[in-house]
């Protein structure tokens, strides 16, 4: 498996709410709901730090399960995530530009 690395899509606006880290897509409005792992990803998610890194670092400590697991389950949501433009991934480091208005962290 390749190195992965994952940023947020600038263009989505992004809020913690009630603990829940709700996000409204750019591209059609649409709404989605966080979970604790997905949020955990998306805070992580600065485009220069490998996926790898962020589950040991961040999501195994967090969570009771193994590290080959919780990668291959991260890669998964990360590519679900990409693909409805939430987030981006890439094999190299993605430079990500100043947030823009309206996108919290």
Do not use: K
Not at 69 to 96: C, F, K, N, V, Y
């Amino acid at each position: 498996m390749s190195r992965l690395y994952v940023s947020r899509n600038p263009r989505v606006a992004a809020r913690i709410l009630d603990g829940e880290m709700m996000i409204m897509s750019g591209r059609d409005s649409s709404l989605f709901t966080l979970n604790r792992t997905a949020t955990i990803l998306w805070q992580s998610a600065d485009g220069v730090t490998p996926l790898e890194r962020i589950v040991e670092q961040r999501i195994c400590p967090e969570f009771d399960v193994e590290p080959a697991q919780a990668l291959q389950d991260a890669e998964t949501l990360a590519r679900e995530l990409a693909r409805h433009e939430i987030m981006q991934i890439s094999e190299e480091p993605l430079l990500q530009p100043h947030s823009s208005p309206g996108v919290g962290r």
